[in-house]
T-cell receptor, first 115, second 110 residues
Framework: DTEVTQTPKHLVMGMTNKKSLKCEQH?????MYWYKQKAKKPPELMFV???????INESVPSRFSPECPNSSLLNLHLHALQPEDSALYLC??????????????FGPGTRLTVL | GQNIDQPTEMTATEGAIVQINCTYQ??????LFWYQQHAGEAPTFLSY????GLEEKGRFSSFLSRSKGYSYLLLKELQMKDSASYLC???????????FGAGTRLFVKA
């Protein structure tokens, strides 16, 4: 099973709303990632969790708040977003041990539209 | 810093062979990935190279030369479903950071 699931698939929210994106994997991976991808652009790394601890924060604005409640779940809490935050948000996971096992498996993404 | 270069677009014919090149400059290189991404979908893993040489996996092969900062993805017996973006991504040492190139959009025509 190499599946990473994400919910919701689509999300439309206003600039004053609070919403959360969810990601789940059951592959025993201990590293989980959030990426943002705009149309026709490559994924841009936002956050990395390793063993449920935040390892990398790529200077992401505080209106994006990640959370890793356990080794299988990763959330991204959204508050007071801007229209330019509209994008495809991708979750990925990978094993931690050894470079050859660092392949990231991506979820299908959540397409976010901020009005 | 780091820089990853790929051609923006390529067109090839069904049944043919196409080679997509990727050149990179980075400090602390620790592996190179190729991903396929269809429009509106998530990237899917194709290959991983950390040592020099060719890795073959069915119709897809990937080559790496670390001294030249160069990789290519070779697709054989092209099919219409191979029309997609192909992302070259470089993993750096000292963490989990993988940097993606802008991607090469491949169009396969009949």
């Amino acid at each position: 099973d190499t599946e990473v699931t994400q919910t919701p698939k689509h999300l439309v929210m206003g600039m004053t709303n609070k919403k959360s994106l969810k990601c789940e994997q059951h592959m025993g991976h201990r590293a989980m990632y959030w990426y943002k991808q705009k149309a026709k652009k490559p994924p841009e790394l936002m956050f990395v969790y390793s063993y449920e601890k935040l390892s990398i924060n790529e200077s992401v604005p505080s209106r994006f708040s990640p959370e890793c409640p356990n080794s299988s779940l990763l959330n991204l809490h959204l508050h007071a977003l801007q229209p330019e935050d509209s994008a495809l948000y991708l979750c990925a996971s990978s094993q931690v041990i050894g470079p050859s096992t660092d392949t990231q498996y991506f979820g299908p993404g959540t397409r976010l539209t901020v009005l | 810093g780091q820089n990853i270069d790929q051609p923006t677009e390529m067109t090839a014919t069904e049944g043919a062979i196409v080679q997509i090149n990727c050149t990179y400059q980075t400090s602390g290189f620790n592996g190179l990935f190729w991903y396929q991404q269809h429009a509106g979908e998530a990237p899917t893993f194709l290959s991983y190279n950390v040592l020099d040489g060719l890795e073959e996996k069915g119709r897809f092969s990937s080559f790496l030369s670390r001294s030249k900062g160069y990789s290519y993805l070779l697709l054989k017996e092209l099919q219409m479903k191979d029309s997609a973006s192909y992302l070259c991504a470089v993993r750096r040492t000292g963490g989990f950071k993988t940097i993606f190139g802008a991607g090469t959009r491949l169009f396969v025509k009949a």
